[in-house]
């Protein structure tokens, strides 16, 4: 039996990020055949109750939707006894995390331990933040912050690494063109702020202006056909947490 108090907090950026992309083997035999009448949508291959995802970047990463939980573990190739203590721990977690919270989560091996521990974060996507189950030692999360001494200040880096989550694994994020509008509003001010003051902290991220033009255009444009896709979603959530760590 899994011990279940292997849970280790993390957040996105000390994750795994994504499973290696998974060479599949060819099948003993091509099939070529389309069937009759044949107009499928495309299909997520799916492990379990595991639905494969592949990110804009050409990554795969994996959602369940009973459980609520993200990883970055190749689930497809991944040992059958790893998969099943993995998912005992997500099982578990679940049980104790009630609401919408969403768990991101996988294993990993470290020094001194037999098996694996659980990094994990939990995901409040309706407050865009992130949090723990357990009290949690931010020291090296916040090192770089001087005022983190005020919820206020800790807040503002859970929340940049809220976007960098949504940034990693961007299906099911519904992205409201009110957060996009926002966004761009925000560009625009660090824009003309890194333009009038060389020594801000805002002109070392946008020192190129040709380059943070095109992603304001970009932002404009973004859903104006009526539908934010994935790559949108993605984009979104990077530029939103590279300003919210100028912001800290």
Partial sequence: MIPLDRSTPAWP???GRYAPKAKQAPPPTPDFLVQELQFDDFRHNVYGEWEEHIHPS???YYYNQTWKTYTGLNVRDCPKFRLDNFEAWV???RDKVKGDLIIVAEPARTRNVAGD????YLVAPDTHIIGWLDSFDGTHL??????AREWNHKRLELEAQFWKHVEFFPHNFKLDRFLV?????ELDWFHADALTLENSTSATIFSNREATEKIITRLASLGSDGNITEPGVALF???????RIVAD
């Fill in 117 to 120: 521990v659980y990094l994990y």
């Fill in 13 to 15: 950026t000390q994750l």
């Fill in 58 to 60: 050409g990554a795969t």
């Fill in 181 to 185: 509008r926002k966004l761009r509003a």
């Fill in 91 to 93: 099982k578990s977690t």
């Fill in 142 to 147: 916040f090192r770089e912050c001087d005022f």
């Fill in 237 to 243: 959530g990077r530029l939103y947490h590279m300003l």
